[in-house]
């Protein structure tokens, strides 16, 4: 039966709910289904044991990134001691017990379903056997010394009744008997290990408990092996009888059976007696308030009411009233995935670290967020078999860290042999009790913060460290152990210990000596170990030894593997660290080695040095020469060489040239000029300002000279970098018919933009009419028809260029010849009918070349006589005088575009005389 008040299922003697404390009527019964969740109360209990004095609590307090303060209500804490070992070995054997019949299923069918059912349900059984022995012998430590195992699993007869697991064996052996008789086949039905109507749950259950109490876990889980197979039937039977075992998921029931009896049943039976008793205090829980308020903190902080310290300092309080904290975990893990220690130190506190493990794990997983964070580094061999579980972020570790510690069976196998793990750039937290785990740095930046480090042994604990970087503690600890372990192995290698000398080095090599895994891999090879020998020359190379970088090098380049020029740039990079120490004759025939196999790397580093002067003149031309080998190389690194240079020559030769005047003054910025764009080519950050200044400066020194052409350059190159004033000075040029640059169309888009960019558009505007004013009709007009062909040349009424033929004889016919026009000086013809078939043409207007605008409704005028015109009103009318020139047929934007573009391009803001 069920609460009537929280719905929390309870035992048919129950006389009160062990959640909320409500009395339970006699007689009252239910059928609720039971809550998959922690079982929690919504309101404080309205009756109580009688009140007893509880000491302090272990686990009622905690703290979030050091910050966030969590503190639980002594009850929470109680019930949460008390609910974790069922919580967390409940949720292990209920994953290994799924996995053990998943693993039997392999390559085979259930041809007996309601059989097989009945074993599987005996397994389980039998499987939680030892935590109902537990949980009696927690019961007897607590002065409860009058319930058995056998009075437990009475008291959850209907909730092991309930599961899908007893369930859908009383489904199939109705379905089946029903089918039977349908088919008549009494002979078949005899073969079968149920009879009509002799099939009962209780019985089935009863019978299964009591097997469980005698047989071992091995003993089930061979019967139930051997219900797989054995029966035959008739065909269609058969092919039935497969049919619904198909539909079926034995090993999820059987993991929900067992996780919902022990972690939920079995505890809140538990439980209840303890509260009886008075020996714990009665939990009261406000989850539906406290999910609600989770909710309300994401949506707050989706639209940027709240910031993310208030959401996490919210998500605390959460935890302190919620009895389910499983959301609340991952919430807080979403948002800062950095606190992941805590939070799995929270969740430990409960027993549902491994519930949260399998949810951030499966996240990751599934929605391959892991996939796409992670990159795979370039030196990762492809020719060496090694797997990895890839892992990105601290939050996506720790999950993977609590699944190998509590399901070790399922990541190990039988054989605890030690897995791979790679780490992307992050930093993470190691506990001191993690076991058969070599971890991965995959990256430069992957930090390592170990728990004690010094008080674990680590290497006894099967943990190794390959290509990472210590911080904390760890960081003096790793130096110490490296220093340590590298002599004793030089010391072992000369004694000829070479076992001992293998193993230091290792060590080694592990806390970050290039030269203990170089070492390592000529003792590799001289075992025959050829694969674990070029691993040991992988990690070296990595970690800057050039020789063991250049060794791989040639090996893979005798093979032609893609994956040699990885080594080979590597190579190049660990002779750095000659340069660092003042060897540059050394570097520099080091250099020059990999120059001769094409390394762009080397080219880069002897650029470097030729441009800083070290082993060599400093000699900046000869750098400019290798970075330029090493681009054609293919160095990515070496663009940005070019144009770092290229800039420090520009700056040079403007601070030169602003001591000079004159001729000289003048060749040295545009000598700057020159540099600052090559600069900018390589995409130098410090280029584009220097362009965008010097552009206008040089600009206006070519103008003073009456070099325009120069002068436009100059200004175009500066203005596409957003200078205001070198736009404007483009502009002008373009627009003075006298210049050699003059370009009306050009003129017209510079203003436009100008006037777009400018804090006063109408001073703008207002100079762009003035300088149009000065340009003659005939080439306003020659400028409106190339604007006109660009931005309206899908207009269906406007007729320009090759277009106008056709349409032009019935404006010709109609009103052009009266007006004394020549074909031949028709640039622009208007159909205001909008007509595209019978009379296009008839009625509109014409422009002329010279700039005469002839209209159908007999209007002859030069456009420079007319002034502005607006349209409106399905007419475009002379604002000035309010003549109407033409009449149109309804209203089309094109009318509207085309009167913007006559009053910007051709008319004047008033009309000539």
Known sequence: MFCMKCGTKLPDNAKFCFNCGASIPEGLGGTAPAAAERQVSEAPAQTSPPETSFPAVAGSHFTLLGRYPVELPQATAIYNQLWAPFNREGLQLALMVRHTIRDLLKGHEVENPVEFSAQTLQYCLTACNPLFEKAVDFLIDHDIDYVTKEDLWDRLHDAVASTDLVKAMQEDNAAIEAYQKDLAVEKEADKASWKG??????????????????????????????????????????????????????????????SAVCRFDLFGEVYRLLVAEGVVPQVSFATSKADSRRKNLLERFANGKIEKEEVLEGLCRCLEVTGNTLPVY??????????????????????????????????????????????????????????????????????????????????????RTCINIALSADTYWIPANVENVCFWGMGKEVKLALDN?????????????????????????????????????????????????????????????AEAFWQLANLYKKKKQEEDAQWALVESAVLGKREAALVMYLLLKEKQHEQRFVYRKLAAEGAQTLVAQGKYDEAKAWYEKLVEEKDGTACLFLGQMASRGQGMEKDEALAMEWFEKAKSYGCEEAGAAIGALAFELGQRLEDKAGTECGEQAQADWQQAWHYYQWALSEKDPDAEKKIRALGLQVGKAMEAQGEAQKALEYYQEALELGNQEALLRAARL??????????????????????????????????????????????????????????????????????????????????GSRAGVQPDQVVILCDSTHSLFWGQGEQGFLITRDGQFISSLGIRISLDQLGPVKCSDEEAVAITSGTVLVHFKGQQAEDQDFCNLLNEIVLPPRPTK
């Not at 058969?238 to 998921?249: Q, T, Y």
């Not at 000369?494 to 090599?509: N, S, V």
């Not at 009306?744 to 804090?759: G, N, P």
């Open 197 to 258: 109507g002799g099939f009962s749950i209780t019985g089935a259950i009863t019978g299964a408990i009591k097997a469980s109490m005698m047989n071992t876990a091995q003993d089930a889980l061979s019967s139930l092996g051997r219900s797989i197979m054995g029966n035959s039937y008739s065909d269609r039977l058969e092919c039935f009888i497969r049919d619904r075992s198909a539909k079926r998921n034995y090993p999820v029931m059987a993991g929900a059976f067992i």
């Open 453 to 513: 480090p010094g008080d674990t042994d680590w290497n006894g604990h099967n943990v190794h460290f390959h290509l990472v970087k210590f911080i904390g503690p760890a960081e003096a600890w790793a130096r110490h152990v490296r220093e340590q372990e590298l002599q004793e192995a030089q010391e072992d290698l000369l004694a000829g210990a070479k076992e001992r000398a293998l193993q230091a080095f290792q060590l080694a090599g592990e806390m970050g000596s």
């Open 734 to 815: 373009c627009a003075d018919p006298r210049k050699e640059t003059f370009d009306l169309t050009e003129a017209w888009h510079l203003y436009r933009k100008a006037a777009q960019d400018a804090e006063k558009p109408e001073d703008v505007e207002q100079e762009w009419d003035c300088r149009k004013a000065l340009v003659p009709l005939t080439l306003r007009v020659a400028c409106l028809t190339e604007v006109m062909a660009d931005q309206m040349e899908k207009a269906a009424y406007y007729y320009i260029g090759e277009r106008i033929a056709a349409p032009l004889d019935n404006a010709m016919k109609s009103y």
């Open 330 to 415: 991952e919430t807080l893990l979403e948002l800062e995935p950095s606190a992941a220690r805590d939070v799995f130190r929270m969740a430990e506190a409960e027993g549902e670290e491994l519930q949260l493990a399998r949810s951030v794990w499966g996240e990751y997983m599934n929605k391959k967020k892991a996939a796409e964070k992670f990159h795979i580094p370039d030196w990762l061999p492809t020719f060496l078999s090694r797997s990895f579980f890839l892992v990105s972020g601290p939050a996506m570790l720790t999950a993977l860290l609590v699944q190998l510690r509590e399901l070790p069976r399922i990541f190990y196998g039988e054989e």
